[in-house]
C-alpha cells in the first residue's frame, strides 16, 4: 500500500510539473481519476498515467479526464496500449479538431471497423497517425479517412503504416504532381470546381472510383503511376 501511495503522488507530481494547477485543482483530479478507473475497471495509476501523458501533448486541465477516459475504453477494446492509444486520439483531435469530450466517437469508429472488416484497430490506428496531417489538408475527413486505410488494409494486408504512408504520398500527390490533372481530365474526372479551386481529394477519388471500370487496363495503369508514383513503400 505504502508503494502504491508513492506511486500515486509520483504521477500526480508529474501532471502538477507540466499543468501548475493549484493543489485543490489536483486533488479534485485526484478524485475524478479515481472514479473513472472504478467505472472502467482500470488501475487508478494507469490513468493517472494517461492523464500525465495528454498534459504532455498540451490538453488542459478541462479535457484530461474525457479524453483520457476514452483513450482507456480504447485500449479495453483494442490491441491497442496507453501509448498508442495517446497517440492515436492526439493525432485525430488535433488535425480533425475534435473535442476531448467528443474524443469517444473516435474510439468508437475504430471498434466499429474493426468488428466489421479484416483489419485491426491497431493498423487502423498506424494508419491514421501516418497520414492523418496530409489527410486533413487535402480535404480527406477522419471517417473517409479510416475508410480508406481498412480498404487498402484489409485487401493488401501491409501494415497500418505501410499503408498510412503509401495514403500520404497518394494523397498529396493526386493534385500536385505534373500531370495529375490531364490524367484525370483523360478519365472524365475533373480536378478542379467551376470556379476553378482544386476540389477535396476525397471528391475526386469518389469520382475516378466511378468511372474506374470504363477504363482500360493501359489507362488504369498509367493512371496508378501518375497518380501514385513508383515508390517503395516506407514501413
Known amino acids: 500500500m505504502s508503494q502504491r501511495l508513492i506511486e500515486i503522488d509520483s504521477l500526480l507530481v508529474d501532471i502538477n510539473r507540466v499543468m501548475d494547477i493549484p493543489d485543490f485543482k489536483l486533488t479534485e483530479m485526484l478524485s475524478e481519476a479515481t ?3 472504478d467505472q472502467l475497471s482500470s488501475k487508478l495509476t494507469d490513468m493517472l498515467s494517461v492523464m500525465g501523458d495528454f498534459a504532455r501533448q498540451g ?3 478541462n479535457e484530461l479526464l474525457d479524453i483520457s477516459k476514452t483513450a482507456t475504453v480504447l485500449q479495453n477494446i483494442s490491441d491497442l496500449d496507453a501509448s498508442g492509444a495517446v497517440d492515436t486520439l492526439t493525432s485525430a483531435m488535433l488535425n480533425y479538431n475534435i473535442a476531448a469530450e467528443d474524443s469517444i466517437r473516435i474510439a468508437d469508429q475504430l471498434n466499429e471497423v474493426d468488428n466489421n472488416f479484416a483489419i485491426s484497430t ?3 490506428s498506424d494508419g491514421i497517425r501516418k497520414s492523418a496531417s ?5 480535404g ?3 471517417q473517409e479517412l479510416t475508410g480508406y486505410i481498412a480498404a487498402i488494409g484489409s485487401t493488401t494486408r501491409e501494415t497500418g503504416s505501410v499503408v498510412g ?4 504520398t497518394i494523397i498529396s500527390r ?3 504532381i505534373e500531370g495529375a490533372e490531364e490524367s484525370l481530365n483523360s478519365a472524365n474526372v475533373a480536378m478542379r470546381d467551376l470556379q476553378g479551386n482544386v476540389r477535396p481529394v476525397s471528391e475526386i477519388l469518389t469520382d475516378l472510383a466511378g468511372n474506374w471500370s470504363s477504363l482500360s487496363e493501359e489507362q488504369q495503369q498509367n493512371m496508378g503511376v501518375t497518380l501514385a508514383g513508383r515508390y517503395q513503400l516506407s514501413r
Do not use: C, P, Y
Not at 496530409?134 to 487535402?138: E, G, Q
Open 122 to 124: 491497431k493498423d487502423l
Open 165 to 168: 504512408n503509401g495514403l500520404k
Open 140 to 142: 480527406v475527413d477522419l
Open 35 to 37: 472514479e473513472a478507473s
Open 174 to 176: 493526386l493534385t500536385t
Open 134 to 138: 496530409t489527410a486533413k489538408t487535402f
Open 59 to 61: 490538453f488542459q486541465e
